[in-house]
C-alpha cells in the first residue's frame, strides 16, 4: 500500500516537473507548424490514446471501489 503512494507521489512530482518542458515544445512547434496543425495533431492524439485505453477490456470494465452494487431497479 505504501509502495503504490510512493509511486503515485513521484509519478506527479515527473509531470509537474515537465509540464514547463511540454509547454516549450507546444510554443515551438505551433509557431514552426502554425497552432492550426499543432491543435489538430494534439486532439487527434488524444483521440487515439483515449480510444485505445478503452478497447482494452481490463480498462473499459474499471468499477469505482465505493460503487453501491445495482439493484436491478431504476436509478
Do not use: N, W, Y
Not at 485505453?53 to 439493484?71: E, G, K, N, W
Request: glycine share 12%; with cysteine.
Amino acid at each position: 500500500m505504501i509502495r503504490s503512494r510512493e509511486s503515485r507521489g513521484g509519478d506527479v512530482a515527473g509531470s509537474l516537473a515537465l509540464m514547463p518542458v511540454g509547454q516549450a515544445f507546444a510554443g515551438l512547434s505551433a509557431a514552426v507548424l502554425g497552432a492550426d496543425h499543432v491543435l489538430l495533431v494534439s486532439g487527434a492524439t488524444s483521440l487515439v490514446v483515449c480510444a485505445a485505453l478503452l478497447s482494452v477490456p481490463a480498462i473499459r470494465d474499471l468499477v469505482r471501489a465505493d460503487a453501491h452494487p445495482r439493484t436491478g431497479g431504476p436509478a
